[in-house]
């Protein structure tokens, strides 16, 4: 595995790869899910390349940059055993973002909902930093995990607005033994806290039994689920969402595929999970292969 601490360096050790090339961007303090995505990336295509780097644009004045837990020798150790060749790893935020720095990637629409609602500036962070490093590192193929389904969401959007001739490819979450969604963030619970952290995966639950027994109003899921949440002295929601998949546009009446997504303060930590229905279906209807 090679590393680059630079722009130059990865582009040198760009044009050594064999294609195609499967790319999966972090933001390190790597764990299986990140991991899954990589070992993924490098089985399918020809050379895997994966970033490490804490975006300072997709993170507001109020919320936890200072403190995103960082470990790069761990990371670097991590993706070279899953079979990474080539890491990106900048010195710092001025390497990607050099003084003067002013050109911003904002997609629109979906954006405004959920977490772009509750973090107005995040994604025009996520949408800059990604069609960067798809410009640097020009993929065939980029790897992420349904966890973040908005982002992923996002990143179609972006793929299709702008012409990348990358495929997404959208792996399913992963999760601890308790069905707590794997996250960075989740180091920040305290042990009280994460024994009420697996709540998430049970409103989720809830909401799949419920479409399984046939309900179909989408305001009596986001109340059963929102009830269940506050049950739990510990959890304050953020928002429940039943939206469709494609615009995030509140649902009355579920259809054939809905995104139930939740948000919910856990302390102080945010967390975030969600499913689509019917139990099973993929985020993103369309597939194609790498080639």
């Known amino acids: 595995?090679?590393?680059?601490?630079?722009?130059?360096?990865?582009?040198?050790?760009?044009?050594?790869?064999?294609?195609?090339?499967?790319?999966?961007?972090?933001?390190?303090?790597?764990?299986?899910?990140?991991?899954?995505?990589?070992?993924?990336?490098?089985?399918?295509?020809?050379?895997?390349?994966?970033?490490?780097?804490v975006n300072p644009t997709q993170f507001s004045p109020t919320e936890d940059l200072a403190a995103y837990p960082r470990d790069l020798d761990r990371d670097l150790a991590m993706l070279e055993s899953a079979g990474t060749d080539v890491v990106f790893a900048p010195t710092s935020d001025a390497e990607v973002y050099p003084p003067g720095y002013a050109t911003w990637v904002t997609v629109g629409g979906i954006t405004e909902r959920l977490e772009g609602a509750s973090r107005p500036t995040h994604f025009r962070g996520v949408a800059t930093i990604v069609a960067k490093l798809f410009l640097l590192v020009r993929p065939q193929r980029a790897y992420f995990g349904q966890k973040d389904a908005q982002q992923a969401l996002v990143i179609d959007r972006l793929i299709a607005d702008l012409n990348f001739p990358i495929e997404l490819v959208v792996a399913p979450t992963v999760r601890e033994p308790d069905g707590l969604?794997?996250?960075?963030?989740?180091?920040y619970?305290?042990?009280?806290?994460?024994?009420?952290?697996?709540?998430?995966?049970?409103?989720?639950?809830?909401?799949e039994s419920l479409w399984q027994d046939g309900e179909r109003s989408g305001a009596e899921i986001r109340s059963r689920l929102t009830a269940l949440?506050?049950?739990?002295?510990?959890?304050?929601?953020?928002?429940?969402?039943?939206a469709d998949?494609?615009?995030?546009?509140?649902?009355?009446?579920?259809?054939?595929?809905?995104?139930?997504?939740?948000?919910?303060?856990?302390?102080?930590?945010?967390l975030i999970d969600n499913t689509v229905l019917p139990p099973g279906s993929p985020l993103l209807e369309r597939r194609t292969s790498c080639s």
């Open 1 to 53: 595995m090679r590393l680059a601490r630079s722009i130059s360096e990865l582009r040198a050790l760009r044009t050594d790869l064999p294609e195609p090339v499967g790319f999966v961007p972090t933001m390190g303090f790597l764990h299986e899910g990140h991991l899954s995505l990589a070992r993924r990336a490098h089985k399918e295509c020809a050379a895997a390349v994966a970033s490490i780097f």
């Open 181 to 187: 969604a794997m996250s960075s963030r989740n180091t």
């Open 189 to 207: 619970l305290s042990p009280v806290e994460r024994r009420a952290a697996p709540a998430l995966r049970r409103a989720l639950d809830l909401a």
């Open 229 to 242: 949440l506050r049950a739990d002295p510990l959890a304050r929601v953020d928002y429940v969402s039943v």
């Open 245 to 270: 998949p494609d615009t995030l546009e509140e649902l009355e009446t579920v259809g054939p595929r809905a995104l139930v997504s939740l948000a919910v303060r856990i302390g102080k930590t945010r």
